[in-house]
T-cell receptor, first 114, second 114 residues
Framework: AQSVSQHNHHVILSEAASLELGCNYS??????LFWYVQYPGQHLQLLLK??????LVKGIKGFEAEFIKSKFSFNLRKPSVQWSDTAEYFC????????????FGTGTRLTIIP | NAGVTQTPKFQVLKTGQSMTLQCAQD?????MSWYRQDPGMGLRLIHY???????DQGEVPNGYNVSRSTTEDFPLRLLSAAPSQTSVYFC?????????????FGPGTRLTVT
């Protein structure tokens, strides 16, 4: 079975700072990778996804993530954060073949200080 | 499309009471699932379904029942509520196509069991 680790539980940044949130997964085969965002009081929204191809994927709101297969990592980045990026961020994984079950990390709470 | 809808948005139950959380989607998705979200634990899969008439257990199924009589609906039943079931519950759905398991989430139901 797959698993996901997000080691940053709470990150606090000032506006305009650069962001990198860590995500590592454990699984022996090919995977799909996702980052979801949950703004305060709202449901999860897909930020970006990786299925295959270019390991650098771009998502909404200026976010991007890089899949490094050798490191089993899928870190989320943004060059310059805004106050409106305050939210909880979840990394998730599914096996590429025959299994839709998403496995989530425990989430990283991001607080942006104006 | 309304996407994934959930009712109710909030619910308070007494220990031992039963209730059903409703989930519906209008995207003709084959796969539907229920998660619970607890602080510091991310989202954990309760039950899922790959089509009408087919359901299976996820990571934390105890105390919950599901059925899938139609493609659109996937209700979650709490048989005898316990304080440990206080949580936010999310329903999600997706297509079943290899390599494209992007899941869409409903707005959630916040359940408190006293």
């Amino acid at each position: 079975a797959q698993s996901v680790s997000q080691h940053n539980h709470h990150v606090i940044l000032s506006e305009a700072a650069s962001l990198e949130l860590g995500c590592n997964y454990s699984y022996g085969g090919t995977v799909n990778l996702f980052w979801y965002v949950q703004y305060p009081g709202q449901h999860l929204q897909l930020l970006l996804k990786y299925f295959s191809g270019d390991p650098l994927v771009k998502g909404i709101k200026g976010f991007e993530a890089e899949f490094i297969k050798s490191k089993f990592s899928f870190n989320l980045r943004k060059p310059s954060v805004q106050w409106s990026d305050t939210a909880e961020y979840f990394c998730a994984v599914t096996p590429y073949f025959g299994n839709e079950k998403l496995t989530f990390g425990t989430g990283t709470r991001l607080t942006i200080i104006p | 499309n309304a996407g994934v809808t959930q009712t109710p948005k909030f619910q308070v139950l007494k220990t031992g009471q039963s209730m059903t959380l409703q989930c519906a989607q209008d995207m003709n998705h084959e796969y539907m699932s229920w998660y619970r979200q607890d602080p510091g634990m991310g989202l954990r899969l309760i039950h899922y379904s790959v089509g009408a008439g087919i359901t299976d257990q996820g990571e934390v199924p105890n105390g919950y029942n599901v059925s899938r009589s139609t493609t659109e609906d996937f209700p979650l039943r709490l048989l005898s509520a316990a304080p440990s079931q206080t949580s936010v519950y999310f329903c999600a759905s997706s297509y079943r196509r290899t390599g494209t398991y992007e899941q869409y989430f409903g707005p959630g139901t916040r359940l408190t069991v006293t």
